[in-house]
């Protein structure tokens, strides 16, 4: 079952080596999101304490391997991000050892370079965590610091705009991963009436948090989408802005499928007495589940370009127009040689 995300986000963060900005920050957006899901998922939805047999397709082998895929991930988009980088500021190649400095240069002088260590760095310190110590905090800070690494590095420069950006990816994360793991639970073959009835359970504890999280992330959305924008002309005449509209509508029909969930199949998952009628609900609500995912994934995607289009007002429309122009957090500092 796990088998896809053994293989796939390898595959997707190997070829993008020779990719573009764009399809790196999809990546990373994804990644980032399964990342923080999961691990609320397993950890405060399922619990530590649960039994194997209720906890089960989620083992902590399979756990440690996804978190191992993860730590891939970033490596890999991480030193993709600094070759395109130093690429575009030598015209050098991988012969060129002007290259191999201007990447040594940005690693230690830029916010782009040292979170591209950093991110790896923090995914390791969480693995050795969640192995060595059944103490939840050390890892939720490092998950906490992980996520305001993307808030470094994107549009939000301003403490409120850092904040509102962090805020909406982790609720993001933790709402797409509660939905992400009760899909892969319904591909355990083993459906026991316990486990329907745990499953049952942790989903309408999950409803309320999920209700929450969407309204931090509609919030937290609207903020940044004011500050972004600034007119309503420039959310109908920029790139950024029609991407904008985009997520919006999606984010819609995301809310009106959560609100089905909500209104239509959780009633009917509480009013059905006997297992099989359970189970057959539970089937059709995991359904539901699984379009808004794909629904979430294209949102997911949207967000990805979006951290790679200048706002409205900004010199350039695109990072791989003209990446240092695209945000100062990726600029060398002013006292650092670029000889």
């Given at each position: 079952m796990?088998?896809w995300?053994?293989?796939?986000?390898?595959f997707?963060?190997l070829?993008?080596?020779?990719?573009?900005?764009?399809?790196?920050q999809i990546?990373?957006?994804i990644t980032?999101?399964?990342?923080?899901?999961?691990y609320?998922?397993?950890?405060?939805?399922?619990g530590?304490r649960?039994?194997?047999?209720?906890?089960?397709?989620?083992s902590?082998?399979?756990?440690?391997?996804?978190?191992?895929?993860i730590?891939f991930?970033?490596l890999?988009t991480?030193?993709?991000?600094l070759?395109?980088w130093?690429?575009?500021?030598?015209n050098g190649?991988?012969k060129d050892s002007?290259?191999?400095?201007?990447i040594?240069l940005?690693s230690?002088t830029?916010?782009?370079?040292?979170?591209?260590?950093?991110r790896?760095?923090?995914?390791?310190?969480?693995i050795?965590c969640?192995?060595?110590?059944e103490?939840?905090?050390?890892a939720?800070?490092?998950l906490?610091?992980?996520?305001l690494?993307?808030?470094?590095s994107?549009h939000a420069?301003?403490?409120n705009?850092v904040?509102?950006?962090?805020l909406h990816?982790?609720?993001t994360?933790i709402?797409?991963?509660?939905l992400?793991g009760?899909?892969i639970?319904?591909?355990?073959?083993?459906?026991?009436?316990?486990k329907?009835?745990?499953i049952?359970q942790?989903?309408?504890w999950?409803?309320?948090?999920?209700?929450?999280?969407?309204v931090?992330?509609?919030?937290?959305?609207f903020i940044m989408?004011?500050?972004?924008?600034?007119?309503?002309?420039?959310?109908?005449?920029?790139q950024?802005g029609?991407l904008?509209i985009w997520k919006?509508i999606?984010f819609?029909?995301?809310?009106m499928?959560?609100a089905?969930?909500r209104?239509?199949?959780?009633p009917?998952?509480?009013?059905?007495e006997k297992?099989?009628d359970?189970?057959?609900?539970?089937?059709k609500?995991?359904w539901?589940?699984r379009?808004e995912?794909?629904?979430?994934?294209?949102?997911?995607?949207i967000?990805?370009?979006?951290s790679?289009t200048s706002p409205?007002?900004?010199?350039t429309d695109n990072?791989d127009q003209?990446?240092?122009?695209h945000?100062?957090?990726f600029?060398?500092?002013s006292?650092?040689s670029?000889?």
């Amino acid at each position: 079952m796990y088998r896809w995300l053994l293989f796939f986000i390898p595959f997707l963060s190997l070829a993008i080596t020779f990719g573009s900005h764009s399809v790196i920050q999809i990546i990373e957006s994804i990644t980032m999101i399964c990342f923080i899901g999961l691990y609320f998922f397993i950890h405060w939805v399922i619990g530590e304490r649960t039994s194997s047999l209720l906890r089960h397709p989620f083992s902590k082998k399979k756990e440690m391997r996804v978190y191992l895929v993860i730590l891939f991930t970033f490596l890999v988009t991480g030193f993709s991000q600094l070759v395109i980088w130093a690429e575009f500021l030598t015209n050098g190649d991988f012969k060129d050892s002007a290259l191999w400095k201007m990447i040594g240069l940005l690693s230690t002088t830029t916010m782009i370079g040292i979170i591209a260590w950093f991110r790896p760095l923090l995914i390791v310190l969480f693995i050795l965590c969640i192995k060595r110590t059944e103490k939840k905090w050390p890892a939720v800070v490092l998950l906490l610091l992980f996520t305001l690494t993307f808030s470094l590095s994107g549009h939000a420069v301003p403490f409120n705009m850092v904040f509102s950006h962090f805020l909406h990816i982790l609720a993001t994360g933790i709402w797409v991963g509660g939905l992400l793991g009760f899909v892969i639970y319904s591909f355990a073959l083993d459906q026991s009436s316990e486990k329907l009835k745990f499953i049952h359970q942790r989903l309408s504890w999950f409803s309320i948090v999920a209700f929450v999280l969407v309204v931090v992330i509609g919030f937290t959305g609207f903020i940044m989408s004011f500050a972004y924008i600034g007119t309503w002309e420039s959310l109908t005449t920029s790139q950024y802005g029609d991407l904008l509209i985009w997520k919006i509508i999606l984010f819609i029909v995301i809310l009106m499928i959560a609100a089905f969930h909500r209104l239509v199949w959780l009633p009917k998952l509480n009013k059905a007495e006997k297992s099989l009628d359970k189970q057959k609900t539970f089937n059709k609500l995991v359904w539901t589940i699984r379009i808004e995912l794909l629904v979430i994934t294209a949102a997911i995607i949207i967000a990805g370009l979006l951290s790679a289009t200048s706002p409205p007002g900004n010199p350039t429309d695109n990072i791989d127009q003209a990446p240092n122009q695209h945000n100062h957090s990726f600029i060398p500092s002013s006292d650092s040689s670029l000889s």
